[in-house]
Each structure stands twice: as structure tokens, then as C-alpha cells.
């Protein structure tokens, strides 16, 4: 990885949290930019990330966000529309680029192209994550030999993209481009299916039965211990996919329930051969974000 | 746990892998016995668990399997059941006790009603397993703090149930009773449809989408890289019981997606927040078996 990497004189990050926090210390780390400015709502909490060094200096207003270069908007997925319309109606300059670390990608895109001059923003999606939030649990190697989604559209500039792919490259991610569409549809399998059947799976196991629980359950429903105020925003910023990959699912386990039922081994064996060889794909060339 | 264990001058081990390799250490290390037979199909394999000191004597033939106090038959679930109904034709002596560790109890203990003297055989289900297989990887300590279920009936006496309740016991496990019926009933929530649906979740994520995907998926879909064998096997022992959890199952995702379809956000978190109250019980009480 030989590539020039982008220098910013002043990064803003919109919510400094587990993610945000992170963004902050590997930029600088790498020497993207030498000067962070956290955004949030509770300048108790901005004073703390300061003082651990996370960020440089802070602001509880979005108005007072000037002469950033790159501003990364952090802030709860269903937030982050509006986040950035805002942004992009502050920042009237040219040079300041705006993108966003959103999990669900096409609400956002097609919001932001209701405001004038959005190609200054690209959509991003770093997976990379934890369960713990808050940016006391930050981490400069986040992201590092992780994958980052671009989303870019037609009105972006291949400058521009090269300028916000050069910076998640610099942290270290593997980045690639797709449609907004695309993202959303493979995510709602990849990430936002498995956190419904974890869900679901645990709902089928009360009081009474917790102390039969396998290791399959402590596996499958793992993720079930997630933030419901998160989730339920990923939800319904991605439903329609979301909905279509339900359906699939359903279908998926009602072949399953036929096959059983017909005392089909042939078919049972077949089906979980082809899970297995699925599943196995994943350590190979995964990034376990 | 002070409670007197149980002697044994011979133990029969019926399938010498990882579970019954595990219960012949654990069972001389605590002083249960002094000498186990192993049985199995290779008698390379079993001269070599021998040579480990695994089993101190070994046999090919269920004929040969004499003066045990205790069978414990550890073959695959769909196996069991005939390889008990042999073992007690074989041994019509009054002392001798036969039990098992399948993972599915009802089919087991009904078919073995029809042998005359069943009041010798007791099922057993020690929830306790790795995701090895082999005597290689036997474990001491594999049943310590775990949970063993019982599933006697009517025509087991008090003093077999207390033996067979004694060993288990005396193998760290915890000990609790049931019907076959209720056991196959919760184990079809608690784990064969954490398998189910891990695989079903690992059949949406192809060659394409893998690596985009989260640790949400990595989680959910771990077991799936299990055995296929075993898993069919176990999926048809418990067909009944598995068919009304998937229906069950189905009816939990249909109404997740109707409340996503509904943009009913305050359904959505109900339902998050309690799978995840219900996920928040497993730590506490719970075996990882």
C-alpha cells in the first residue's frame, strides 16, 4: 500500500463515540490531519475526550464547525440524514468534504441529494465495530485490514472519491465501491439478518428453559444482547430489504421444515453441506468487523 | 456436594470420541472406577486410546462386553437406540445399568420399551460437547459445572435413577430430571434450533456477499460449520418437536417483519428489549455446554 495518503488540516468528527473516538486517534496516528474537532451534544462528555487526548478541541454546535476539510458524521444511523444536510448547508466551501460511517447506506444518499451542492459528500460504511460503546473503549487499530464501503453517485468527482477512499485507506481498510442499493441489500444479510435471528432465536427461550441453553444458542443469539434503540433504527432505515431478506429467510427454513418432515436426509444433509461450505468461506478472507 | 458416590468395578464405554473418551478420564480421575472397556468398529483406534490410557480394555463386539456395572452409550443419536436394546439382551444380569448421552431422548426411550427388561436403562443427556471430535481430544474436566438431564419413567427405580444420578454427579455435572418428551421439547429451542437457523442465515450469504460480512454474522452463524451427519441425525430424532419450534420460530420473524413493515418502531424495540433481557439470563445460570 504505496498510495499517497490524503493530509487534512482539520478533521471533524459529529459524534464522538466508540467510532468516532476511534476515527480520531488513528487520523492522527497516521498523521492524516494534526487537528481533530469532536461534535456532540454534552460538553462534559467532549471535555473528557479532549483531555484523553482523543480530540484537539470540541463544539455542541453544528454552526460552529468551520474550515474542516473533512467532516465524518458519527451519529445514530437514523440521525445521520439530517446531520449532513445541515453540514453540507453550514459549510459552504468548496474544499470541505463530508461523509458518514452510516451501517444502512440509501435513505441517507438519497436524502442528501435534496441539498444543492451534495457532491461533497460520499457515503461510507467502515465495518468495524464493537460491542462496548463510548470512546473511553476507542481503539487506533479499529479499523485496520477491515473492509470500508464507498457509495458514491454519478455527481461525485473521481477527485472526491479518491480523497475520502485515500483516507479509510489510510486507517488501514480494504475499501470498494458499490450503489447505495447494492450495500443495503447484501448488508441486510450480512449484518442486519443475523442480529433479527439472534433476536428472534432468543424470544423462544425463557426462564424455564435458560439452563438447557447449548453453545449453539450462546452463539446464535449472541448479538441478541445489542442496543434495541440501535437496532431498531438499522431496522427501519434498511426495511425494505430488510423485509425481502426475512422472506428469504423464511423461505430458507420452511424447506428446511419440509425436508424434515418428509424424513428427506438426502435433502437435510445437502442443505447444512451447503451452509457448512458457506460458512467456512468467511475466515479466509474476512475482516470479522 | 458431599453426597457418597457411587462405585463401579467396570465401566463400558459404547463409542470411544470426544464425549466418551471424556467420561472414561473423568471417571477413573474421580475415583468411579478402575477399569473402562471401550467399544468401537476399529480396534486400531481403540488400541490406541488404550495405549493413551484413555480405556484399559477394549472390545469390537457388543458380545464381549461383559461384567460392566455401567454402560454409558456414546454413538451417533440415530445408533442408540438399537445399540441399547442389544446391550440389554446381552447383559441379562440384573446389575448391570445402561445409559446413553444422545441429545434426543423420546425416540430412544420409547423404542427401548419394547425390550423386557428396560427397567435397566435410564437416559442420560449431559449437555457438554466441543466442536472437536475424537478421543484426541478427550477433556477431564469436560463435564464440570454442566448440566445432565435424566429422563427415567416409570418403571426405573429409585435406587437405578439415584446410581445413575450419583455418576453424573460425581463428574461435576448438575442433575436434574425430566420427560424425554419436555426435554426434546425445550432442547428443540435451546439447541437444534440455534442450529437450524444458523445455518439457514448462513445459506443467504454467498461467495459474493461474504466478505461484507459482520461480526453479527460471524456469531450467528458459527455452528454451522458443524458436523452434517450429525446434525441431520439429530434434526430427524427430533422432527416433531423441531417442525412446532420453526413454526414457532416463523411466527416470531413474521411479526419482527410486520412491525418493520409497519414502521411500528415501539413494537420493534419491545420485541429487541426482550430478547435481549432474555439473552441477559444465559450468563448467569448457565452451563456453556
Not at 499517497?4 to 464522538?16: K, N, Y
Not at 487520523?27 to 482523543?54: E, F, M, N, P, W
Not at 437496532?231 to 427501519?236: D, G, H, L, M, P
Request: glycine share 6%.
Amino acid at each position: 500500500m504505496s498510495e499517497p495518503h490524503p493530509h487534512f488540516e482539520r478533521i471533524a468528527i459529529i459524534g464522538v463515540g466508540l467510532i468516532g473516538g476511534s476515527i480520531a486517534l488513528a487520523a492522527k496516528a497516521r498523521g492524516l490531519t494534526s487537528h481533530v474537532i469532536g461534535h456532540g451534544r454534552s460538553a462534559d462528555r467532549l471535555q473528557l475526550a479532549q483531555k484523553l487526548g482523543i480530540i484537539d478541541s470540541y463544539a455542541t454546535h453544528l454552526s460552529l464547525i468551520k474550515n474542516a476539510d473533512l467532516i465524518v458524521v458519527c451519529t445514530p444511523v437514523d440521525r445521520i440524514a439530517v446531520d449532513v444536510m445541515m453540514l453540507l448547508a453550514l459549510t459552504n466551501n468548496e474544499s470541505t468534504l463530508i461523509t458518514d460511517v452510516g451501517s444502512v447506506k440509501d435513505n441517507i444518499v438519497r436524502e442528501v441529494q435534496n441539498i444543492a451542492d451534495h457532491e461533497r459528500y460520499i457515503g461510507s460504511h467502515p465495518l468495524a465495530g464493537s460491542h462496548h460503546t463510548g470512546f473511553e473503549y476507542a481503539d487506533v487499530n479499529l479499523f485496520e485490514n477491515r473492509v470500508c464501503v464507498l457509495t458514491p453517485t454519478e455527481v461525485n468527482s473521481s477527485t472526491h472519491i479518491e480523497t475520502i477512499r485515500g483516507f479509510w485507506s489510510a486507517l488501514g481498510m480494504n475499501v470498494r465501491s458499490m450503489t447505495s442499493v447494492d450495500h443495503d441489500q447484501t448488508l441486510s444479510r450480512t449484518s442486519h439478518i443475523p442480529h433479527l435471528v439472534a433476536a428472534a432465536t432468543a424470544l423462544l427461550v425463557d426462564e424455564t428453559a435458560i439452563d438447557l441453553a447449548s453453545s449453539g444458542y450462546r452463539d446464535t443469539t449472541r448479538v441478541a444482547v445489542g442496543d434495541p434503540d440501535l437496532w431498531t433504527a438499522i431496522f427501519n432505515e434498511n426495511a425494505s430489504h430488510l423485509m425481502d431478506s426475512t422472506d428469504q429467510l423464511i423461505k430458507t427454513l420452511t424447506q428446511f421444515k419440509k425436508a424434515i418432515s418428509n424424513k428427506d436426509s438426502a435433502t437435510l444433509k445437502k442443505m447444512l453441506e451447503q451452509a457448512q461450505r458457506l460458512r467456512k468461506l468467511y475466515h479466509e478472507e474476512t475482516p470479522q468487523s
